[in-house]
């Protein structure tokens, strides 16, 4: 079983950025691959970026060079920076891990103004 509680959304300017956390309750070399994925408005929920235990990395098309995700296995915990935020960016942004069960955090709300 994995707890993960997101922090970090809130509301922003376009052209804006935004860090987000995640906290994993349990040792996070125990976890193979954490990320982020978004749930927009009347849409489905869409992978953002992963990252694994060894510090591989996959980004959605929609944000590579924009966002960066990065991983503390020590401090069992996945943030993911976003940068020139844009107004399509706004979604609840979901923690997630793979552990091999998958795991969802609640989700913390990103709204970017245009």
């Known amino acids: 079983q994995v707890q993960l509680v997101e922090s970090g959304g809130g509301l922003v300017q376009a052209g804006g950025s935004l860090r987000l956390s995640c906290a994993a309750s349990?040792?996070?070399?125990?976890?193979?691959?954490m990320g982020w994925y978004r749930q927009a408005p009347g849409k489905q929920r869409e992978l953002v970026a992963l990252i694994t235990s060894g510090g591989s990395t996959n980004y959605a098309d929609s944000v590579k060079g924009r966002f960066t995700i990065s991983r503390d296995n020590a401090k069992n915990t996945v943030d993911l920076q976003m940068n020139s935020l844009k107004y399509e960016d706004t979604a609840v942004y979901y923690c997630?891990?793979?552990?091999?069960?998958?795991?969802w955090g609640k989700g913390t709300l990103v709204t970017v103004s245009s």
């Open positions: 997630y891990a793979n552990a091999p069960l998958r795991y």
């Open positions: 349990r040792n996070a070399f125990n976890i193979n691959t």
